[in-house]
């Protein structure tokens, strides 16, 4: 008899570590945690295009629905002010207003926010087979961007002059011509003064591994403003060969335009060239800004 209690009991205790054992192992769904990472960094008021990274366990979506809800977090009670769909991108390049280099798929939508503050953002996630998964954080928005917006006026260049800066730092010219660097550029285009634009037209770039081409001499050149050759109601002004003659492979230029009416902002110079076969080159670009003069007012300290 004890010998077959003792065998009872052994059984008994070997199959409560079964059964434990098999409670152990049984594996627990839980919906995965979702968070988002806003890489848009200069946020303002006005319209905004917000990219942003969507991370479900810690791994990046590149697929599903994401909506989001947008609140201004100093209101009263809580009011959606504005929602969007985001859309996903693969190609980092498509957004050019990025806080660092990203390599991850990641959301694009588009936002308006009326005013500057705290704002809260709700992303609601919606992948087939799943729950709806929400995730929310915080968005600071500036009266004014960081970054001229587009149509504003740009900001002041601070080319250097004499006045800023050592001879050495200006031209490598021995003498220096004193009346080529008394002006900062910007200085020069609210006054009116002429702006002078240099070039140098090349035939002789381009890659051989394919086969020769042959070289000619520049024949010509022209710049544009703010519009390009190639579109509509484009305007050339003729470039002059500062030896004065159009007889060389690689030519340098000049023109003076004048800045006379020119409105504030961003404006684009284009220049090119042609060679003597008839060839126009490619178009090169160059950024001129114009500012708002600024106004010095007399005070007295006492």
């Not at 008899?1 to 059984?11: D, I, Y």
Request: one cysteine or more; a negative charge; glycine letters at 6%.
């Amino acid at each position: 008899m004890p010998l077959f209690l003792v065998t009872m009991l052994t059984c008994a205790l070997a199959g409560f570590a079964c059964q434990a054992a098999a409670r152990e192992s049984t594996p627990t769904t839980s919906p995965p945690s979702v968070s988002v990472e806003v890489v848009t960094q200069d946020l303002a008021v006005g319209d905004s295009r917000l990219a942003l990274v969507v991370l479900a366990d810690g791994r990046p979506l590149s697929e599903g629905a994401v909506h989001l809800v947008f609140y201004y977090l100093q209101d009263p009670q809580p009011v959606v002010r504005a929602e969007a769909d985001a859309v996903p991108r693969l190609d980092q390049h498509e957004h050019a207003n990025l806080a660092d280099h990203v390599d991850l798929p990641f959301y694009v939508a588009p936002v308006r926010f009326d005013r500057a503050g705290p704002w809260g953002m709700e992303a609601q996630v919606n992948q087939p087979g799943s729950a709806t998964r929400v995730a929310r954080t915080r968005l600071d928005v500036r009266e004014q961007p960081l970054a001229p917006a587009i149509g504003s006026p740009a900001p002041r260049s601070a080319s250097k002059t004499l006045r800023t800066a050592p001879p050495e730092e200006l031209s490598s010219a021995v003498p220096i011509d004193p009346e080529l660097y008394g002006l900062s550029i910007a200085e020069a285009i609210e006054t009116g003064q002429p702006l002078v634009v240099n070039s140098t037209v090349d035939d002789t770039r381009y890659n051989n591994s394919n086969g020769a081409e042959p070289v000619q001499a520049v024949a010509a050149a022209e710049v544009y403003l703010d519009t390009p050759p190639w579109s509509p109601g484009a305007a050339p002004v003729a470039l002059a060969a500062v030896d004065g003659t159009f007889d060389e492979t690689i030519e340098p230029v000049t023109a003076t335009l004048s800045t006379a009416g020119w409105p504030v902002g961003r404006h684009t110079l284009f220049v090119r060239g042609r060679d003597a076969a008839g060839n126009w080159g490619p178009v090169s670009a160059v950024f001129v800004d114009v500012i708002v003069p600024v106004e010095l007012q007399e005070f007295t300290v006492e």
